[in-house]
């Protein structure tokens, strides 16, 4: 809250402000979803991006108790879960009681929500991004979402090549500060494929990124990646254990020439069998 006085100037503007209505997630985001939400406690301080699997994620929070939020974008769920008592914000070792946000884009519902709400609490992404300020909060959870993901656990979630997509957000200081969190979770949210235009499907867990492609977060602060086939926990395991743990979750359809790479790059010199 500021008060009148610390302002200079307002400017006044009729202009309506744009809202977002909530998607509609599909039968994959459920899945993936159902993996994700194995993964949160009770109490646990939750960050999720934009996106059709963190809309089922708030979706299948029903059940959990006493969530903090501290975020950048404000869920557009969040009202629904504070009506519920899902998210209290009360274990939160800074701004108990309040959920903590940069912006906020949303439908009517939550602007009418957070206008004037004393459980609001709107910062700079300076404060609520500095991945210090995350790590302090015990079991910190990040969940954000990736296009692409190579077996040794680099995270892309910007473009693909030298085609830009996205920008990188706040997802890499909340992997971080997630990482050293006490007991703390990173978590990427990953669609295992995508279709082509020929219909064919190409993995999103790939050898090795596309050249030119951003790498979103660094091996070193990948955690667990989760996709509609299961999680791959990466946190403190070698390269080789990567990989398998990567490719367990990658399309079953995919897997032969993950696993031929594997081979290949890692043990060219065993046999398949050796390495299954």
Known sequence: WMHISEFDYFVENST????????????????????????????????????????????????????????EMF?????QLVA??????KHKPFHQGVTVATFCMG???????????????FYPSSYTNSPVFIAQHPNMVAMNMALMVDL???????????????GSGGQLDFMIGSFWSQGGKGITLLYSSRKMKDGSLSSAIVPELPIGSPITVPRTYAQYVVTEYGVANLRYKSRTER????????????RGELYAS????FFPFASMASIK
């Open 16 to 71: 309506k402000i744009p809202t977002f209505g909530r998607g509609t997630p599909t039968e994959t985001d459920k899945a993936i979803a159902g993996y994700v939400l194995d993964l949160i406690e009770d109490g646990d301080t939750i960050q999720m991006g934009i996106g059709g699997i963190p809309e089922a994620v708030v979706s299948g929070l029903e059940g959990k108790k006493d969530l903090g939020v501290l975020t």
């Open 243 to 254: 990989a398998k743990e990567l490719i367990a979750v990658a399309h079953p359809d995919l």
């Open 75 to 79: 869920p557009i769920g969040l009202p």
């Open 84 to 89: 519920q008592g899902i998210v209290t914000n």
């Open 262 to 265: 594997l081979k290949k790059n």
């Open 107 to 121: 439908d009517e519902e939550m602007y009418r929500y957070v206008e004037q709400n004393p459980a609001c609490e």
């Open 152 to 166: 040794s656990g680099q995270i892309n979630s910007e473009g693909l090549g030298h085609t830009q997509i996205s």
